[in-house]
């Protein structure tokens, strides 16, 4: 399934009227700061998980 052009503009003109143009760039901003958390919390299992564990004595 593929998204045209009338499609996309369609989507984005429903989210403008939703939202308004001042808050699409605040939401954008957050979407960005959850992506880039998201990533590093990956990143953080990743290398926790490759890790030697350590033994406690």
Partial sequence: MSLGFT?????FIVILIL?????????ARAIGQAGHEYKKAQ???LQEQSAPKKKKQ
Wanted: no cysteine; net charge neutral.
């Fill in 7 to 11: 499609e996309i503009l369609l989507i």
């Fill in 19 to 27: 939202f308004g143009s001042k808050r699409i760039p605040q939401l």
């Fill in 43 to 45: 990143q953080e299992a």
